[in-house]
């Protein structure tokens, strides 16, 4: 389904995050020598735009949804997620992450980004009001002024290589 354009920066910050999600999976097994700088792109990505990502979902979208009973078991689950990944995204900024927890964090991250998109954003287009959709979208636009507009850089450590 076409993405509703109130729900558009969402979606393009799912896509930052999805982007660093695969560049780990592409550069897994992470070398030890790399782990740190895997993790210093990790909490550059959440201070920089998943930190406000979160905060706008959790105000303004999850309390939208929850006006539709079948969508707050959904929420509900997000809500969870968000707990469990910002632990994890805490565990990077003090390099406590190996490289199997990595991986692992790539792919909750990654299964997260997909549930939201395909299971809660699709049906909240269905569901709410053109006219609420757009207030849900003015919202989100002042909400997401703290993010980063800018795609964060792969180090050398992080770049990946056509040798792996």
Known sequence: MLRNKS???LSRQHQHALALCVRIDRASPIEDAHLDAWQDEITQHFQ???KVHFAAEEDLLFPGARKFAELIPVVEELMVE???LRKEFAQAEVH???ATNLLAFAKRLSSHIRK???RLFERMQELL???ELGALGAGLEIALKGAVDTCILPTPATRLRADK
């Open 7 to 9: 729900l558009v920066p």
């Open 48 to 50: 920089q735009e998943i």
């Open 82 to 84: 968000h707990a469990a």
């Open 96 to 98: 406590a992450l190996s």
């Open 116 to 118: 939201e998109e395909r």
């Open 129 to 131: 009001p053109p006219e």
